[in-house]
T-cell receptor, first 114, second 114 residues
Framework: DAGVTQSPTHLIKTRGQQVTLRCSPK?????VSWYQQALGQGPQFIFQ???????QRGNFPDRFSGHQFPNYSSELNVNALLLGDSALYLC?????????????FGPGTRLTVL | KQEVTQIPAALSVPEGENLVLNCSFT??????LQWFRQDPGKGLTSLLL?????REQTSGRLNASLDKSSGRSTLYIAASQPGDSATYLC?????????????FGTGTLLAVQP
């Protein structure tokens, strides 16, 4: 059973560019959340998708957007990249709208903005 | 605003020692608390999930407790091994909106010396 997968593993972009990160949830999971983890910090919630809809956003600007597909996979898009967007981006999946079960995290995508 | 605090920020112990990591949270309305392990540059591995109706969970050498009344959780690691060296993160979740949005602490960096 494949766990949560993310692609790419690493990414280097320059300021002002746009980036798309991808996530496939664990088999049987239908809810996907995205987190940003800056160096030395705990992950910060970006947003969550359930049934192809964004359920809630964290304190992130509109430059951060996402999408969930019918197969429950998800994309995170970041426009107009800033140096401060450099971080590890983590995707987590769980089952069900109320999410009472464990969240499973992928290995992350390391984004470096130069 | 819920805040999650972890103490200590870093800990170094000799192999074989029993140790306790602490997590405190300001919002007693959480419905579960999860402990994660993170190796350098990697994603998060779920260790233990404690529902609000539970007081503790055990997995092998790990035991996590939850005291909602005091807003505290502890992770107890018995007979520590060098392979336990990692950052340990606790995260709380509460109902409402993104019902399993996790609020993370900044982690405890554990080094177990052989």
């Amino acid at each position: 059973d494949a766990g949560v997968t993310q692609s790419p593993t690493h990414l280097i972009k320059t300021r002002g560019q746009q980036v798309t990160l991808r996530c496939s949830p664990k088999s049987g999971h239908d809810t996907v959340s995205w987190y940003q983890q800056a160096l030395g910090q705990g992950p910060q919630f970006i947003f969550q998708y359930y049934e192809e809809e964004e359920r809630q956003r964290g304190n992130f600007p509109d430059r951060f957007s996402g999408h969930q597909f019918p197969n429950y996979s998800s994309e995170l898009n970041v426009n107009a990249l800033l140096l401060g967007d450099s971080a590890l981006y983590l995707c987590a999946s769980s089952f069900g709208e109320w999410g009472i079960d464990t969240q499973y995290f992928g290995p992350g995508t390391r984004l470096t903005v130069l | 605003k819920q805040e999650v605090t972890q103490i200590p920020a870093a800990l170094s112990v000799p192999e074989g020692e029993n140790l306790v990591l602490n997590c405190s949270f300001t919002d007693s309305a959480i419905y579960n608390l999860q402990w994660f392990r993170q190796d350098p540059g990697k994603g998060l591995t779920s260790l233990l999930l404690i529902q609000s109706s539970q007081r503790e969970q055990t997995s092998g050498r790990l035991n996590a407790s939850l005291d909602k009344s005091s807003g505290r959780s502890t992770l107890y690691i018995a007979a520590s091994q060098p392979g336990d060296s990692a950052t340990y993160l606790c995260a709380g979740a509460r109902r409402g909106g993104a019902t399993n949005k996790l609020i993370f602490g900044t982690g405890t960096l554990l080094a177990v010396q052989p």
